[in-house]
């Protein structure tokens, strides 16, 4: 068995990677906050990306408008990375199997 794949079935099979994918809410809240944490890193960047095309806010300075959003875009790709490894842990087994995963 590859060590990939071990390792894969070793978190799908553990007590905690089970309770969550079996209990009635965990996962579909974790799900809820990984795509809202999604959403949080995808605004800000596209708050700032607007601001450097000069559609939105320009009488504030981009630098401003970084200082202001980079916080917020760094706690979404923090939350959205911890929230995607618990996603990943309750189903580690399944995702193996798909080729993408493993490239």
């Given at each position: 068995?590859?060590?990939?794949?071990?390792?894969?079935?070793?978190?799908?099979?553990?007590?905690?990677?089970?309770?969550?994918r079996?209990?009635?809410?965990?996962?579909?809240?974790?799900?809820?906050?990984?795509?809202?944490?999604?959403?949080?890193?995808?605004?800000?960047?596209?708050?700032?990306?607007?601001?450097?095309?000069?559609?939105?806010?320009r009488?504030?300075?981009?630098?401003?408008?970084?200082?202001?959003?980079?916080?917020?875009?760094?706690?979404?790709?923090?939350?959205?990375?911890?929230?995607?490894?618990?996603?990943?842990?309750?189903?580690?087994?399944?995702?193996?199997?798909?080729?993408?995963?493993?490239?």
């Amino acid at each position: 068995m590859p060590l990939l794949q071990h390792l894969c079935q070793l978190l799908n099979d553990s007590r905690f990677g089970t309770m969550i994918r079996e209990s009635d809410y965990a996962y579909s809240i974790i799900e809820s906050v990984h795509v809202l944490a999604i959403t949080l890193v995808v605004g800000t960047i596209a708050i700032l990306d607007l601001r450097m095309l000069g559609v939105v806010l320009r009488p504030i300075a981009v630098t401003r408008i970084a200082r202001a959003v980079l916080p917020l875009t760094w706690s979404g790709f923090t939350v959205s990375f911890l929230s995607g490894f618990l996603l990943f842990w309750a189903e580690s087994a399944k995702m193996y199997t798909n080729p993408s995963f493993r490239a």
